[in-house]
C-alpha cells in the first residue's frame, strides 16, 4: 500500500491512538489484509508500538494478517448452526474449495473462515458470503451458492 | 475500617483491601496466579476463589477482586471453594506442557507447587495441547512460551508498571500469546523481573539456565551495589560460582523488583581474569608472604620519608568495615587519612548533600510513589539509578507531575517535563520555580537567611521558550501536596546539593510537607562521606606524588585508571611511585600495574554493610565462600576428586582484614593492635562515629538502620546571595561537555559482566540541533572531538531534547576518555570536525 494513501487513512483519524482500530480497519477494506510493512508504517508514523499495533491486528477475527481472497464465506458455527449441521457445511466447502478454514483458494477466489454466531440462528446452518447471510444451507445447496462468485 | 473474619480469624483491615491482601495478612495465603502484590489484581486466572458464607457477598468469588468489607465470613477451605480451585488448576494445566523436568522453574514453580496443593494429578483432557513458536527475546531472558497459563503478570509488569512497550499480549483468547512483534532483545532495562513475577517457565533467566535447581544453590540475602540504591536481592551460588540474582522484597527500598544492571552485572564475583593469588610484581606468593614484604616496605618508607609520605585511596564501592578499617589504619599510623573521591569537586558535592539531608526530608524509594509533584535536577534516573525510574513512574501512574531539570537527553518511561538546561543554569532553574511556588511569607517565617535566599535567587529564568513552559509548572507546584526534589550528584555545581536542600526546605514551608532524595555515584558513597573527615581528593595525591612528597600508594578496592580524567599524568605518577600496593577483586589496570597485589572478596563472599544515598544502613550476608569456579578448573568436565583443606583460589580475603594483619604487623610496640572480629570493628565505628551507634549489628541479618548528620547543627541556606541568574555566562564560541552515565556500559563493577557487555550500547556524542547546524554536522556522522590530551573519535547523535551549549558523552568503558586535564571541560566549537 502506498504511504500516500496510509497517510490519508490516518489524517482522517487525526491520527489518535484510539483509532487505531478503525484505521486498521480501513486498510483492511482496502487491502483484503494487512500488509507487514503497511503496519510498521502505521507503527512509525503514528509512534504506536508494533506490539500494540499487532495486538489489535491480532485480536479481532475481522482484521487478517494474510492475503485474502476475493469473496469471504463466513461459515456459522455458533450453537444453532453447529446444531442444525454447520460442520457439514464447513466439510463441504473444504472440500469443493480444496482447502481449509482459515486459508484462501490459490485462485485467490476464496477465503473460507468460520464464525461463533451472526445473530440469526433461526435460519441456520448459515454461511455469509462478503456480507449476504445464505440460511437455511445444506450440503446439496453448495456448488449452486459458489457459482455466482467471480 | 471494615472487619472481616477468615478462617475463623478476625481482621481490620484498611479501605480497599482485596480478601486476598487481609487473609495474607493473617498468614493465609489463597492460591494466586494472576494476583502479585506489586502489580494488584485482575481476576485472570480464578485460582483465588473463596467461599463466602456471609456479608454483602455471597458464594465463591475471587478473593483478589473483592474488597474486604464488614461483616465477611470468608472460609478457604470450604469444600466449594476448594473444589472450584482444583478444576481451575486442571484447565490451566490443559495446554500445560508436561517438560518439569527439563524446565529451569522447576523446583520453584508457583504452578507447580499449586497443581500437587490443589490436587491434581491425572490429565482427563485427551486432545492436542495448543503450542506456540517462541521467539528470542535477547541474552537475559528464555521464552518458552507453550508452558503459558494467561496471568498477565508479564505484560501488566512490563507495560504498565515499568512503561516499556515491546513486549505485549498478541492475539485472543486461549490463543493468546505474550512477546514482542519480532524476535529482538528486550529494551527495557527491567526485563529480567518477568522471570521473578512469572508463576511457570515462560520466562527463565537465561544465563543462568541449566545450572541447577533452586534446592542446589546456597541462597542469601544480598544487596545490589550496582549503584547507590542499595536494592535487595537473593543470591544464588553453586559450584563455587555465583550463579543467579533475584530480587528481594524491600518496604522501602526496591520493593519486589530490580534492574537489569543489578540482576546482570554480579558477574565480576566470577570473572576468569579475577586476580586471586597475592603477587609480588608478577611473582604469585602466598597472602601472608604478600603481607610480609608490604610490612617491610612501609617501614621502610616510613622511616625514610615520614609517615606522610604513603598515600591511601579507598573507594566508594567498598563496604562500610573497608572503608573504616582503612580510616583506622591510617589514624593509628600517622597517615594522611584516605581519599574516597576522584576531585575536590566530587567530594565536596558528596558531603553537602549527606550534611543536608535530616531524618525528616530525606525520603525512600516507596516515598516518592506517593509523591504528587516530582522535581529532579541534574538527574538521569534510567541510566544513573534505574530502579528509582521505576519509583517515578508510579507516582506518574498516580497523577503526579514531574519535571526535570537537565541538560542532557533525559528518556523516562513515562511523560514529564524537561527543561533542559546547561549544568550552570540548573540552580537558578530550580530557584524560579520555587520562587513561583512559595510566597515571600513562607521564606519570612524561616528567619533571616532563609529570607536571603529567597531574595537574591532569581526569579526568572531568561530563555523564554523556558520561562513559558515552567509558567505552567509553578501553577502545578502551588498545588501540590507532597513535592519531592530529587537531585543529582554527578553534573551539578559544587553548591546544587544545599541549592536542593535550601529549595526542599521552602517547599516544606509552603506546602506542610516535602522530600529530599540524592543520587550518589556508587554504592557507598554515602558511607565514604560519613566516614572521611577530610576533603581531599585523588587529585591532591597524584600532586604530592608530583612533588615528591608522596614515595607510597596503596588502593583498597580502588581503580583510579578507570575514573581519573587525566591517564597520562596518573600514569606517570604511579610509575614514580617506590610502593604500589594494590587490594582488589577486579582484574583492573591499577592491579595489573601492582607491585604488591592482594586478593579481596567480593560481597558475595563476606559479611558487609553499606550506606544507601538516603542514608540507609544496610546488611548482606555471604553467599559461597569464594574460590575459583569449578567450571573454570575443569574445562567443562567432572572436577577432579581431589581432597584438600583449602578451597582453590579462596585465598582472597576481606581488604579491612588484610588491612588489620597489615597494620599489626608494622604498628609500632604500645599501639593498638586490631582484631579480626567484625564486631570489634563496628565498636569502633560507632565510638569514633556516634551516628552508627544504633546499628544492631550483632543480629544475624540487621534491619536497616537510617543514619543522618544533620540535626539542627547544620546551617541552613548557605548559599544565599550567590546564586546568579540563568543563562548569562553562556559563551557561543564553546561547548561544555557533561559526562554522564548509562544504565549499561559505564558503572565499574557491572561493566566486567559478559552479559551486559552484550547488551551495552556503542558510545556517541549527544549534540543539539542548534549546535549541530551551527556546526554543519549531521545526525549519525562521524566526528572527531579534540580534549586536553587527544581526540576522541565517535558517533555524533542529534537529539531535540538536550540543552544547547553542551555536548554530552558517556563515561563509556569502550571510549578511552581519560585525556582530560580538569574539569569543566569547555571545547572550542569549531574544533569538533567531521
Not at chain 2, 487481609?22 to 489463597?30: T, V
Not at chain 2, 506546602?511 to 554504592?523: D, H, I, P
Amino acid at each position: 500500500m502506498e504511504a500516500s494513501k496510509i497517510d490519508r487513512i490516518v489524517r482522517q483519524y487525526g491520527a489518535r491512538e484510539s483509532a487505531i482500530l478503525a484505521i486498521l480497519q480501513d486498510i483492511q477494506a482496502e487491502e483484503k489484509y494487512l500488509p507487514r510493512e503497511t503496519l510498521e508504517y502505521v507503527s512509525q508514523k503514528m509512534r504506536i508500538p508494533m506490539v500494540h499495533v499487532f495486538r489489535i491486528a491480532t485480536f479481532y477475527n475481522a482484521l487478517s494478517l494474510k492475503p485474502r481472497g476475493r469473496h469471504k464465506i463466513d461459515v456459522c458455527l455458533g450453537t444453532a448452526c453447529h446444531v442444525r449441521g454447520g460442520d457439514k457445511i464447513l466439510d463441504k466447502l473444504e472440500r469443493d474449495l480444496g482447502i481449509s478454514v482459515g486459508e484462501t483458494t490459490k485462485d485467490k477466489r476464496f477465503t473460507l473462515e468460520s464464525v461463533h454466531c451472526v445473530g440469526c440462528c433461526s435460519l441456520g446452518p448459515v454461511a455469509v458470503i462478503d456480507g449476504d447471510v445464505h440460511g437455511r444451507l445444506s450440503q446439496e445447496k453448495v456448488p449452486g451458492l459458489l457459482k455466482d462468485f467471480k | 475500617m471494615p472487619k472481616l473474619k477468615i478462617d475463623g480469624l478476625e481482621i481490620e483491615v484498611e479501605r480497599g483491601t482485596k480478601v486476598i491482601e487481609a487473609a495474607a495478612r493473617l498468614g493465609i495465603i489463597i492460591p494466586r496466579f494472576c494476583f502479585h502484590p506489586g502489580l494488584g489484581p485482575v481476576g485472570a486466572c480464578r485460582v483465588c476463589a473463596v467461599k463466602f458464607e456471609e456479608g454483602p457477598v455471597k458464594g465463591v468469588q475471587m478473593s483478589c477482586m473483592t474488597d474486604a468489607q464488614d461483616g465477611m465470613v470468608v472460609s478457604t477451605t470450604d469444600e466449594e471453594a476448594a473444589d472450584f480451585r482444583k478444576h481451575v488448576i486442571e484447565w490451566l494445566m490443559m495446554n500445560h506442557p508436561h517438560d518439569c523436568p527439563v524446565c529451569d522453574e522447576g523446583g520453584h514453580c508457583l504452578l507447580q507447587d499449586l497443581t500437587v496443593a490443589g490436587g491434581h494429578g491425572i490429565r482427563r483432557y485427551l486432545g492436542k495441547k495448543r503450542t506456540y513458536n517462541d521467539q528470542y527475546l535477547g541474552v537475559f531472558v528464555q521464552h518458552e512460551m507453550n508452558r503459558c497459563i494467561q496471568c498477565w503478570r508479564c505484560r501488566r509488569f512490563y507495560q504498565e508498571f515499568a512503561g516499556y512497550r515491546d513486549l505485549g499480549a498478541l492475539q485472543i483468547a486461549h490463543h493468546t500469546y505474550f512477546g514482542r512483534a519480532t524476535d529482538g532483545q528486550l529494551e527495557s532495562p527491567f526485563s529480567g523481573n518477568i522471570i521473578d513475577i512469572c508463576p511457570t517457565g515462560v520466562y527463565t533467566d537465561k544465563p543462568s539456565r541449566f545450572t541447577g535447581r533452586r534446592w542446589d544453590f546456597e541462597r542469601g540475602p544480598s544487596l545490589c551495589i550496582h549503584c547507590s540504591l542499595g536494592c535487595h536481592i537473593i543470591t544464588s551460588a553453586r559450584y563455587r560460582e555465583m550463579t543467579r540474582l533475584e530480587a528481594r522484597f524491600s518496604e522501602s527500598v526496591n520493593g519486589y523488583f530490580i534492574c537489569d544492571r543489578g540482576r546482570y552485572g554480579f558477574y565480576y564475583t566470577n570473572h576468569p581474569e579475577r586476580p586471586r593469588r597475592a603477587r609480588i610484581r608478577t611473582e604469585e606468593v602466598s597472602l601472608d608472604q604478600a603481607i610480609q614484604t608490604a610490612a617491610q616496605k612501609i617501614i621502610q618508607i616510613n622511616q625514610k620519608n615520614g609517615p606522610k609520605a604513603i598515600a591511601c585511596l579507598g573507594s566508594a564501592r567498598s563496604c562500610v568495615e573497608n572503608q573504616a578499617m582503612l580510616i583506622r589504619f591510617c589514624r593509628v599510623q600517622g597517615w594522611n587519612e584516605p581519599t574516597y573521591f576522584e576531585t575536590p569537586t566530587m567530594a565536596k558535592k558528596v558531603k553537602r548533600a549527606v550534611a543536608r539531608l535530616d531524618e525528616q526530608l530525606a525520603v525512600s524509594m516507596r516515598e516518592i510513589e506517593k509523591a504528587d509533584f516530582i522535581l529532579a535536577v541534574g538527574a538521569d534516573p534510567v541510566n544513573e539509578a534505574p530502579m528509582l525510574a521505576l519509583a517515578m513512574r508510579q507516582a506518574f501512574r498516580n497523577e503526579a507531575t514531574i519535571v526535570v531539570i537537565d541538560p542532557r537527553p533525559v528518556f523516562l518511561p513515562f511523560e514529564f517535563e524537561h527543561l533542559p538546561v546547561a549544568p550552570d543554569d540548573l540552580e537558578p532553574c530550580l530557584t524560579a520555580l520555587i520562587k513561583g511556588a512559595v510566597h515571600r511569607s513562607a521564606a519570612e517565617k524561616m528567619g533571616e537567611e532563609a529570607l536571603r535566599f529567597y531574595d537574591t535567587a532569581p526569579a526568572e529564568y531568561p530563555d523564554a521558550p523556558i520561562k513559558n513552559r515552567m509558567v505552567k509548572i509553578t501553577q502545578k507546584l502551588r498545588q501540590s501536596r507532597y513535592p519531592v526534589i530529587i537531585c543529582g550528584t554527578s553534573i551539578v555545581r559544587e553548591t546544587t546539593p544545599d541549592v536542593a536542600a535550601d529549595s526542599a526546605l521552602l517547599l516544606r514551608a509552603a506546602r506542610g510537607r516535602a522530600g529530599l532524595f540524592y543520587l550518589m555515584s556508587e554504592a557507598n558513597t554515602f558511607g565514604a562521606a560519613l566516614l572521611s573527615s577530610e576533603e581531599g581528593s585523588v587529585m591532591d595525591v597524584v600532586e604530592s606524588i608530583e612533588k615528591g612528597s608522596v614515595k607510597g600508594l596503596m588502593l583498597v578496592e580502588s581503580d583510579p585508571f578507570r575514573s581519573f580524567p587525566d591517564y597520562e599524568r596518573l600514569k606517570q605518577a604511579v610509575d614514580k611511585l617506590d610502593l604500589f600496593l594494590v587490594m582488589d577483586y577486579l582484574p583492573s589496570f591499577a592491579a595489573r600495574l601492582a607491585h604488591l597485589f592482594f586478593p579481596t572478596q567480593t560481597l558475595f563472599e563476606m559479611e558487609t554493610s553499606f550506606v544507601n544515598q538516603e542514608g540507609r544502613v544496610q546488611f548482606a550476608t555471604s553467599a559461597y565462600r569464594g574460590g575459583i569456579p569449578i567450571s573454570q578448573i575443569s574445562a567443562g568436565g567432572h572436577p577432579l576428586r581431589v581432597f584438600r583443606r583449602d578451597i582453590p583460589g579462596g585465598e582472597s580475603q576481606p581488604a579491612w582484614q588484610i588491612l588489620a594483619k597489615l597494620a599489626n604487623i608494622i604498628s609500632l610496640p604500645g599501639r593498638e593492635m586490631f582484631s579480626l572480629s567484625k564486631n570489634e570493628l563496628w565498636s569502633w565505628i560507632a565510638k569514633e562515629y556516634p551516628i552508627f551507634a544504633n546499628v544492631p549489628i550483632a543480629d544475624e541479618l540487621p534491619d536497616d538502620v537510617r543514619v543522618h548528620l544533620a540535626q539542627g547543627r547544620e546551617k541552613l541556606f548557605p548559599s544565599g546571595g550567590q546564586i546568579r541568574s540563568g543563562g548569562l555566562s553562556r559563551e557561543n564560541s564553546t561547548l561544555e561537555l557533561v559526562m554522564g552515565d548509562w544504565t549499561f556500559g559505564t558503572e565499574e563493577l557491572s561493566t566486567y559482566s559478559k552479559y551486559l557487555q552484550q547488551v551495552e550500547k556503542e558510545p556517541c556524542l549527544f549534540m543539539s540541533p542548534k549546535d549541530a547546524s551551527m556546526l554543519g554536522l549531521k545526525d549519525r556522522e562521524r566526528i572527531t572531538l579534540p580534549l586536553d590530551k587527544g581526540r576522541l573519535e565517535m558517533e555524533l547523535r542529534i537529539v531535540d531534547t538536550m540543552a544547547p551549549g553542551v555536548i554530552v558523552m558517556p563515561k563509556h568503558r569502550q571510549l578511552a576518555w581519560q585525556k582530560i586535564e580538569k574539569w569543566p571541560v569547555k571545547v572550542a566549537m569549531g574544533q569538533i570536525r567531521k
